[in-house]
């Protein structure tokens, strides 16, 4: 028998119009209050009148700060991945693209049981949007690409293995004989990015490399930020540079070719990601494959996993290393 | 077609009699030969005489110093929580005890290829294990139980998160007043042993807490143990314990006993793992909580994962206090 409004007041010994105040989020009771409504009410399987029409299995993926559209874009195979894995197990999924102040409009979990959707995954947060600081409480089954929630076991975090892709960047790079490797990558404002530096402080200490701030610089994932970065760290004379995505190396390239210098005879640039761009830039770049399909798929499977309460806290993906033109031996 | 030893030597432009001493083994081959005829073979889907009467889907969890076979062992929950999902997609799952002499005898590949097992599990393995050393060249798709092989694409570590785990343990100690917390754990001849100790380090050090090593010492995952080590530990007026195991934690409460120290009232001890002597420990033991069946679920679906060419790196699980009676409050 379908769980009634009155069911959740009888078990949390409240009010008909405390528990209706939570589930349309009055703003004249507590947020405590509202939000153990709310986590009773998905507990106890409600479902509110227009969900009871829709299908029942429906999934969500959020975007934001991504471009998706286009085979090209980055987050196309994620979404995909994801997709052809859920649609096979007989899941709807609906993507929906949230800004900030959508986030700050909409309570996620009540968002979430509005919609009807039993789990999600998120693409693209950032450590400043909304939803991602509340969801160290949320209740609802979540997936976060490259962010990571402690303690919350309906969250659960997929990514490419950062350490490991830095320790085969700078591994390679050593055993072509670089020694003065720059580091040019996004601001700290995001885990993947912090997790990125990290990663490549930890390699080049395994390989006794000296860390030279002055060849360290923090931009944007663009091409554009390469133009104030580029030239600050070529002052110093590195023989390498390890970018934070593919589009960073791309715009090294081009401010390195800009100054004068070849690309890799004077300078070698490194990506990350292996976007298309790396078979069209000029010299093609050498980068790290972040498999997109199966960070979609891996999604899917921790998701599924979580609603079915096996608690996968990490599932990282193995980074490869893609040889091609933007990188030289160093001659000594 | 079924493929045969001339495809192989073909493919490898080889000899017949070349492929065929590399998959039996002979000695009189390089061992690259050797690995490069057993990868070749694997690639093209060759299958012994022995194997083609068999059925095709065959898997086998390989253990060693572990006990399993009873419901109240360690192994118990993870062996059936790998063998139920596996048994539900069709596959047969066989356990074999492999100690130091038969993983010197048998090389692990050509092992797998000759009993016709499409991958492994392996449960219980430490540093010193030959087959282990061994498994960062594998082409056989292998999930280990807290180890980690880097740069392989055809193994993925399962396993619970220990930094987790030891943030919630020292958050839950320092949020009841305790400061001098002591540490005994196994020694670090094991990934494990090694990242719960790095573990308990950085949870020190979040809540900068002074880490003293009069408070650490390291043993075995055994009752006994604790009977060399802990009284050293005592002497340093340690509030609580962190145990590396709930055998270690129970031989811990013992001793202290013996000492003639009242647990939890003058020392605080807790476990790690919650096997069912927890809670026939006087007092009841307070840990962190493995699910061994999920652990055992998440690999099989890592397995899986890699036999479809998704490279899962590493799968980690939530840990879960789980609060009994051998931590008490400090009053101050």
Redesign the interface.
């Known amino acids: 028998m379908a769980v009634k409004i009155k069911d959740i007041a009888q078990r949390l010994n409240i009010s008909v119009g405390t528990v209706s105040k939570g589930l349309n989020g009055a703003s004249d009771i507590s947020y405590e209050i509202s939000q153990q409504i709310l986590d009773t009410a998905i507990e106890m399987g409600y479902k509110p009148k227009k969900m009871l029409k829709d299908d029942n299995k429906k999934l969500c993926i959020f975007i934001t700060n991504m471009d998706y559209k286009s085979k090209n874009d980055f987050g196309y195979d994620i979404v995909l991945g994801f997709k052809t894995h859920a649609i096979r197990e007989n899941w709807k999924v609906y993507i929906e693209e949230v800004n900030h102040s959508f986030q700050k409009q909409n309570n996620y979990d009540k968002y979430m049981l509005y919609k009807g959707y039993r789990g999600a995954f998120f693409v693209g947060f950032a450590l400043d949007d909304i939803w991602l600081q509340n969801l160290s409480k949320t209740s609802t089954p979540t997936v976060l690409l490259d962010n990571y929630i ?2 919350n ?1 309906n969250v659960s975090y997929v990514g490419t ?1 950062n350490f ?1 892709a830095f ?2 960047l700078v591994d390679y790079l050593v055993s072509i004989g670089h020694k003065k490797i720059g580091f040019f990558s996004a601001n700290l404002d995001s885990v993947v990015a912090k997790e990125r530096y990290e990663a490549f402080l930890k390699a080049m200490k395994n390989n006794d490399l000296e860390i030279d701030n002055n060849l360290i610089s923090f931009g944007h994932y663009s091409i554009d930020s390469a133009k104030y970065h580029i030239p600050k760290i070529i002052e110093h004379k590195p023989t390498a540079i390890l970018c934070g995505s593919d589009l960073m190396a791309y715009g090294a390239i081009k401010v390195c070719q800009d100054i004068g210098l070849n690309v890799p005879e004077d300078i070698s640039i490194l990506g990350f990601d292996d976007i298309d761009l790396c078979k069209k830039s000029n010299p093609t770049i050498t980068t790290i494959k972040q ?1 997109r399909l ?1 960070i979609g ?2 999604a899917y ?1 921790s998701l599924e ?1 979580i609603m079915r309460n ?9 980074p ?1 290393l893609v040889k091609r033109k933007s990188v030289n031996k160093i001659i000594r």
């Open positions: 402690p303690k076991f293995d490991e320790d085969i498999n199966e798929k891996c499977i996993g096996v608690c996968i806290n990490k599932t990282t993906l193995r490869k």
